[in-house]
C-alpha cells in the first residue's frame, strides 16, 4: 500500500524536525496525525500518506520540507546578525560612556588636586606672612623693652654721675 514513498518518518521524529514549519516553537505539539497533517497542509504538500504511527513521503516532499526549514534557518540566522549586531552597538556605545566617565573623572580629579594645592600654597603664604608679623612684632616687643631697660640704666648712670660731680664740686667748693 505505501510503496513508492522514500521516507517514512514516524510523527515524533515529524514533528520533532518541521514542528517549526505549522507551530510556534513555543508551543507543545503532540504527536499526531492531525498535527503532521497540518504541517503537510501547511506548506501545501499532496499526494502523501499519513499512516497510524508514520508520515509517508516521497523525496520530493522532504525536499520541499526541507527548503521551507532552511528558508525559517536563513530568517533565524539574518535575525540572530541584526540582534547580535544591535547587542554588539549598545555593548560599544556602552563602553564609550564608561569611557568617556572614566576620562571626566581623572579630569575633574586633577583639576581638583590643582585647586587643593593651589589652595594649600596660599594657605601656607598667609601662615608665612602672619608668622612673619608676629616675628616682627615680637622683636620690636623685644627692641623696645632692652630698649627701655638700656635707657633706665643709662639715667640711672647719669644720676649717679650728676650726683658724684655735684658732690665733687661741693666737696672741692668746701676746701677752697
Not at 520540507?65 to 525559517?72: H, Q
Amino acid at each position: 500500500f505505501y510503496q513508492g514513498f522514500s521516507h517514512r518518518i514516524t510523527f515524533e521524529d515529524f514533528i520533532q524536525r518541521f514542528k517549526v514549519i505549522g507551530f510556534s516553537l513555543s508551543q507543545y505539539v503532540a504527536p499526531t496525525s492531525a498535527n503532521c497533517s497540518q504541517i503537510l497542509k501547511h506548506i501545501g504538500i499532496q499526494n502523501c500518506e499519513v499512516g497510524k504511527t508514520k508520515v509517508f513521503l516521497k523525496y520530493h516532499h522532504i525536499e520541499k520540507l526541507w527548503r521551507t526549514l532552511n528558508t525559517y534557518h536563513t530568517c533565524a540566522i539574518k535575525i540572530q546578525k541584526i540582534v547580535r549586531g544591535m547587542l554588539g552597538r549598545q555593548e560599544t556605545e556602552r563602553l564609550r560612556e564608561q569611557q568617556k566617565q572614566a576620562a571626566a573623572t581623572k579630569i575633574q580629579s586633577a583639576f581638583r588636586g590643582f585647586l587643593a594645592r593651589q589652595n594649600y600654597k596660599r594657605t601656607v603664604q598667609r601662615r608665612v606672612k602672619a608668622a612673619i608679623i608676629i616675628q616682627a612684632g615680637l622683636r620690636g616687643y623685644l627692641a623696645r623693652v632692652a630698649h627701655k631697660k638700656h635707657f633706665a640704666r643709662c639715667m640711672a648712670a647719669v644720676t649717679i654721675q650728676k650726683c658724684l660731680r655735684g658732690y665733687l664740686v661741693r666737696v672741692a667748693h668746701k676746701k677752697h
